[in-house]
């Protein structure tokens, strides 16, 4: 029993490194994607280009909430809005740079943007509701990306670790939009206690 696995260890790692070589110079036009990869290609490319949409959905929706902040907190929430809207920004280029590395083309196109996307844009009556749609969209995303995460598993490291770096992102999101609900609701009661 205890044979087998010393056994694997004194393999060499590659046995057949000319057949290694040869396999890269087949299907050069394939790029990076070699026999190695395992997941359904056209599957990985259209859940991206969801990605790609939420994204982009969750910029849109943060710059609105950045120019449209108003009230005694707006300048501090405004900035934790535009800082989120360049984290999503380069989560839509990470999102868009994959999918051309698989050969797909990222869509940009505006029309059905909203369809794509996992969450909505809702542009919110006032700061707190900004900040109530900021943090539902963050939630969204993140258990959207758990699932795609789980999907993805061993057939596409790459993209898996790319969500994966996404997903943090979007749960450090999620926990400052909740951080700003929590004050700002506070101050909302204390207003309405004073009135």
Known sequence: MTTKPAQAKNQPFVTDIQELRKRARQHMEDGAVTSAYKADRETVIRILNEVLATEIVCVLR????YYMASGIHAQAVAEEFLEHAKEEQSHADIAAERINQLGGEPNFNPEGLATRSHSQYVEGKNLLDMVREDLVAERIAVESYNEIIRYLGDDDPTTRIA???ILSKEEEHADDMKKLL????KDERFADAKA
């Open 182 to 185: 929590d004050t700002l609701s």
């Open 163 to 165: 969500m994966e770096q």
């Open 62 to 65: 943060y710059k609105r909430h």
